[in-house]
């Protein structure tokens, strides 16, 4: 017998329903570590990388709309993070009907948002190339991961840069990414890459930006809270892939991490620097202007060794990070689906009487409530209420 139209099995679910809850949870999980594998596996694209394009779009409204006011500044950076998040989100649910359609625009998402191979490769790069004495060509490698003025660096100066770049980055690129796409899903992730874009550009402390880039840098700064102190504490753990210990990692991150000026990099750099057994911080040189920064952990300088082992804890950092947030998707999508369940499932009735004034009617005869509104009217406007309640027809034996 051949089914009706509507009761044939499609590629997506019914119209107006949902996905079964544990086939939910475990799609979003798995799409989250399918962006994360597919960045380990290919790493950014050399053309038409979605954050670079949004780069220039950001670029393109600052040079419309710049005035060094921070009103201006904030404004600017709420609609481009906005966007970015409504862009994802518009994405993921045009490919809600097709199956499996969101949680593969999700993965996208989280893969586009994502810079650890390209990270580690970077790195690598700039130690064969100091190992080679190529120092010139070390230094523009170097300004693809940190701002500073790399002019004048030596070799040891370019090994410490390359380890607190990477360090920093591996919060920002890559945990702080997964982290965000756990608990927000496609729209948080790419909110949280378009605000960690804008600190890369506005966020800096020179004329022009220092008004205008302060929202941006704020904005970064609290998105980016929780997943240094978490980037911070997997390090720790993962201390003894490269020769350290937990516990003098710890150690360092209690001592040295609330002395960078920044309230994020200096708690991952601090364990880092404590896992490695190396010495980060110290004088460097930002927009021509000389600076000098608290040391962190105890050591020699890092040297082209010390940037390899860098690479291999951003990796398990990484990967470790990608394990805990693909959990907490699910155990988030569970919370959720307990939620929605329990409203569905609750009679109606049982939710009324939970009001207590609806409670209060339902209980309470209709003569006492008439009996308890006269005495009320005839307590407050005696006259009145007596000359209004002899107006008022009564059955009988009401009175």
């Known amino acids: 017998m051949r089914r009706p139209r509507d009761q044939r099995p499609s590629p997506g679910y019914p119209q107006g329903s949902d996905p079964p809850a544990l086939d939910l949870e475990q799609m979003s999980a798995s799409a989250l570590l399918a962006g994360y594998v597919a960045d380990l596996a290919t790493g950014d694209p050399r053309r038409w990388h979605p954050v670079a394009g949004f780069g220039k779009a950001a670029a393109t409204l600052e040079r419309a709309t710049y005035a060094p006011s921070r009103l201006r500044g904030a404004l600017v950076a709420g609609v481009l993070v906005a966007g970015a998040a409504s862009v994802a989100e518009l994405a993921a649910r045009a490919t809600a009907d097709i199956r499996s359609g969101r949680q593969a625009a999700f993965a996208a998402v989280t893969w586009a948002a994502l810079g650890g191979r390209s990270l580690r490769r ?91 880039g302060w929202a941006a840098a704020r904005l970064d700064d609290a998105m980016s809270w929780p997943a240094a102190r978490l980037s911070a504490a997997i390090a720790c753990a993962a201390a003894p892939l490269v020769g350290g210990r937990p516990t003098r990692t710890a150690a360092v991150i209690r001592r040295d991490g609330g002395a960078h000026p920044s309230p994020n990099a200096g708690r991952i750099e601090a364990a880092f620097a404590g896992a490695l057994g190396v010495r980060l911080g110290g004088p460097l040189t930002y927009n021509t202007r000389p600076q000098t920064r608290a040391s962190l952990g105890d050591g020699d300088l890092p040297g082209v060794d010390d940037i390899r082992r860098a690479a291999r804890l951003s990796l398990a950092v990484g990967t470790v990070a990608a394990l805990l947030c693909a959990a907490t998707r699910t155990l988030t999508l569970r919370a959720a689906t307990r939620a929605r369940t329990l409203r569905a499932t609750t009679p109606a009735r049982t939710l009324r009487a939970t009001t207590p004034a609806r409670t209060l009617r339902a209980t309470t005869p209709a003569r006492t409530l008439r009996a308890t509104t006269r005495a009320r009217t005839l307590h407050e406007t005696p006259r009145k209420a007596r000359t209004r309640a002899s107006s008022v027809p009564t059955r009988r034996g009401e009175r």
């Open 122 to 212: 970077r790195a690598h790069d700039i130690a064969t190339l100091i190992e080679r004495g190529e120092l010139d060509r070390a230094r523009c490698h170097l300004r693809a991961l940190c701002g500073r003025d790399a002019a004048g660096l030596d070799a040891p100066g370019l090994c410490r840069a390359v380890v607190e770049s990477v360090a920093e980055n591996t919060s920002d690129a890559v945990v702080g990414a997964l982290a965000w796409a756990a608990v927000a899903g496609p729209a948080g992730v790419a909110a949280y890459r378009a605000a960690n874009t804008l600190d890369a550009m506005f966020g800096h402390r020179n004329e022009r930006y220092t008004s205008f």
